[in-house]
């Protein structure tokens, strides 16, 4: 029998009756079960964190980080421990597994030194009316109370700990719900902070499947804010369901990667493909589609071509650099819009293989945009090139996404660079760059169906904080 990983409630590890048995997707192998959460277990999460409130909100800002302080020196520690079983529970290469133990580590002792700084502000009357002269405000930032904390699979520590950490340091507590293709990474990650000796009921976790528990967690009238990473749909849908309260989703993407006459197409080459096969194009900010001038469309289709043939293909444990997709679902839907752009013209630039959930990497040249390729998601390791006439094209097509995460140029022009970056609807433009997240203490948000509210460690304290004004007369 593999191992039942319990939910942390409280302060104690629980088991439920039910459970669901995780299976790594690349072996198939048994990896042990979690619990599958009733409603009734759910109440008693939140119940246990807002009996915790009062007394976590009371401590100061250096009591609040001595614990996170605490809880990443031991990810630090275990980084290699919890990296296997992340790789294994969401295929992906070891080396970045362990990476997003430590990358998990620095936010939140980023985070610990972030709430040391946090500071209120007096505000002096006086500028509507001479009569307001006397007044002062004095400003100051308050726990939102109970956050829940949703994560994706594709960064079960990782884009949980960034959620957590900046709500614990700002004094709410946490319920935190792990995807359920890596809920035993994030179960690993609560261990982190249990042993680091966080008080009972401050840090908690629900595991279950989202379409079972998901609306009941996220209605619940005891959560105060609603932190989730995932797809647009279910981002859309917790919008609906939260009512009045605040919320942050950071949602799917179809970010551009524009090239233009005067680009390094080396420097391009290296960062599309990085950008677009870092962990076989499951991440939110993996370049999507490539829009390049027609005058630089071969030589630059001909070194990135090149350079994903050199791609490795195998498994996590081998650090392969494309592994098999986290389910048959995904797989399937890489596969439907291959063939889609196939049939409609695209020149495919690799063999077109699937194994399983192993899609093979591929580029596609000349897509068009009756295409789904040039507006869908992929989630999977498969690059179209659209080959564009000018720059106002490009940010046309680039606009027309429903998504607006983030974009990047490649060019020499910087004047003409933060140009296009001014008429791109997204949340962020790198230039001469792929497009990505970090580093975590920058803005990181979507325009339209890419989120709400911002993320980055500062801009998530603000966020899970409301502000709370105290005013009076100086005479
Ligand atoms: P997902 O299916 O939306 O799941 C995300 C999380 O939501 C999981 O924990 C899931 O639990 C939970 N969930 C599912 N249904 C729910 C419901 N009705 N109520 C509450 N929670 C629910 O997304 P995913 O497949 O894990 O991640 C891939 C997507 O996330 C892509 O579209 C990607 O672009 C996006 N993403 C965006 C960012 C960003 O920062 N913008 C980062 C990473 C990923 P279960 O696993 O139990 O279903
Ligand atoms: O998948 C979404 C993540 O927020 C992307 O993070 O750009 O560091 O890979 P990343």
């Not at 006459?261 to 493909?273: G, H, P, Q, S, T």
């Not at 999507?288 to 005058?295: C, G, N």
Request: proline residues 4%.
């Amino acid at each position: 029998m593999t191992k039942q990983y319990k939910n942390y409630v409280n302060g104690e590890w629980k088991l439920s009756e039910n459970e669901i048995k995780i299976y790594a997707p690349a072996s198939g192998e048994e990896l042990g079960s979690v619990p599958a959460m009733t409603q009734a277990e759910v109440d008693d999460v939140y119940a246990s964190a807002k009996a915790a409130l009062p007394a976590w909100r009371a401590l100061s800002y250096v009591e609040r980080a001595n614990y996170l302080h605490k809880a990443a020196d031991i990810l630090v520690r275990d980084a290699e421990k919890i990296g296997s079983v992340l790789s294994q529970e969401v295929a992906k290469g070891h080396k970045s597994a362990v990476s997003e133990v430590i990358r998990t580590a620095e936010i939140i002792n980023y985070a610990a030194e972030e709430g040391l700084r946090m500071e209120g502000e007096v505000l002096e009357g006086g500028s509507f009316e001479a009569a307001s002269k006397k007044k002062i405000a004095i400003v100051r930032r308050e726990p939102v109370g109970l956050v829940l904390a949703i994560s994706p699979f594709n960064y079960p520590v990782n884009l949980a700990g960034s959620k957590i950490a900046p709500a614990l340091i700002a004094g709410n507590v946490v319920a935190l719900k792990p995807p359920t293709q890596g809920s035993i990474s994030g179960i690993l990650l609560a261990q982190a902070f249990a042993e680091a000796g966080i008080p009972a009921g401050v840090f908690n976790t629900i595991t279950g499947r989202g379409s079972v528990i998901g609306d009941y967690i996220v209605e619940h009238e005891a959560v105060n804010f609603i932190n989730f990473t995932g797809s647009t749909p279910v981002g859309e849908r917790i919008g609906k369901l939260a009512g009045m309260r605040p919320i942050m989703l950071e949602l799917g993407g179809k970010d551009s990667a524009i090239v233009l006459e005067d680009a390094d197409l080396d420097v391009a080459a290296k960062n599309i493909v990085a950008g677009a096969f870092g962990y076989s194009g499951q991440r939110c900010t993996a370049v999507k589609r490539v829009l390049v001038m027609d005058s630089v469309a071969d030589a630059l289709v001909e070194k990135v071509s090149q350079k994903v043939s050199a791609l490795t293909i195998g498994n996590p444990e081998d650090d392969a650099d494309i592994t098999p997709l986290i389910d048959t679902k995904a797989a399937d839907f890489v596969e439907g819009l291959i063939n889609d752009a196939k049939e409609k013209g695209a020149q495919p630039l690799h063999e077109i293989k699937r194994e399983g959930n192993l899609v093979c990497p591929l580029v596609f040249d000349k897509v068009t945009t009756d295409m789904r390729l040039a507006w869908e998601e992929p989630f999977g390791p498969v690059l179209p090139f659209i080959r564009v006439k000018s720059v106002e094209e490009a940010i046309k097509i680039s606009n027309e996404s429903e998504y607006g995460l983030q974009a990047s140029v490649f060019t020499n022009n910087f004047p003409r660079a933060f140009a296009i970056a001014e008429q791109l609807e997204v949340g962020t433009v790198h230039i001469n760059n792929k497009t990505q997240r970090g580093t975590d203490n920058f803005p990181f948000l979507g325009a339209k169906k890419s989120g709400a509210g911002v993320q980055g460690v500062k801009y998530s304290i603000e966020a899970m904080t409301s502000v709370k004004s105290v005013v009076f007369d100086i005479e």
